[in-house]
């Protein structure tokens, strides 16, 4: 069972990372038996972790006729938006009184390198900076519940190959994302609770935002 177990999340993190990097785009379909050859295993772990990729929101189960990966519309990104902002502001009110000063050093190094990630239009870099970012004060809001739940709605947004699109200047908008990083670590600063709550929720997570995650 343990194998088996671990054939299953071979193939997850296999399709996850392929979603992620860009090789698989929204609405491409699934191979099931292109991706047992690929990994040389049987269907079975396969099929196990495709339809454990469409429960957590990465693909869509087409009955009949496989999986594809899921296309986020505006209309679902707001939808999410408005349960992530929630959950995200109230891991930053937890975690202000577990913050250390080098824990906020660490986000500051971070915010830096995204300005850095951004002029060099390093936008997919960006994004993983991001994530780690967010990452610092909600690994201190001890809360194991709050922290699965809000990982389990991230996945959401597995893809983050930022599209290119000569009328969107990503720039712009990523250079505005970050300094409301630079604001978060300044109520981090300032031990604000509740404004750090407040404004994750309400400024940095958004429903304006959420059309950037379509793109």
Same mark, same amino acid.
């Given at each position: 069972?343990?194998? !088996? =177990? $671990?054939l299953? %999340?071979?193939v997850?993190?296999? &399709? ?34 495709l ?14 006729r496989g ?5 986020i519309?505006?209309?679902t ?15 930053? !009110? =937890? $975690?202000?009184? %577990?913050?250390?000063?080098?824990d &906020?050093?660490?986000?500051?190094f ?10 060099k ?42 599209a ?16 409301e ?18 404004y ?9 935002n ?6």
């Amino acid at each position: 069972m343990r194998q !088996y =177990l $671990s054939l299953k %999340n071979h193939v997850y993190n296999y &399709i996850s990372e392929k979603i992620n990097e860009g090789s698989l785009h929204p609405d491409d379909k699934l191979n099931e038996v292109q991706i047992s050859e690929e990994l040389n295993v049987s269907r079975t772990p396969v099929r196990e972790a495709l339809i454990q990729l469409a429960a957590d929101g990465y693909l869509e189960n087409l009955p009949r006729r496989g999986f594809k990966v899921k296309k986020i519309d505006e209309k679902t990104a707001i939808e999410i938006y408005n349960i992530i902002g929630p959950l995200d502001g109230r891991a930053a !009110y =937890l $975690s202000v009184d %577990n913050i250390t000063d080098r824990d &906020i050093e660490q986000m500051e190094f971070l915010a830096a390198s995204m300005d850095s990630a951004i002029e060099k239009s390093l936008f997919d870099k960006f994004y993983e900076i991001q994530l780690e970012f967010h990452n610092v004060y909600i690994s201190k809001c001890d809360n194991e519940q709050l922290i699965s739940l809000i990982n389990q709605v991230k996945k959401t947004f597995i893809r983050k190959k930022y599209a290119i699109d000569e009328n969107i200047n990503m720039q712009e908008i990523l250079k505005n994302t970050n300094s409301e990083h630079h604001k978060i670590i300044e109520l981090f600063k300032a031990r604000d609770k509740f404004g750090l709550q407040d404004y994750i929720r309400d400024i940095h997570w958004c429903k304006e935002n959420a059309k950037f995650d379509t793109l």
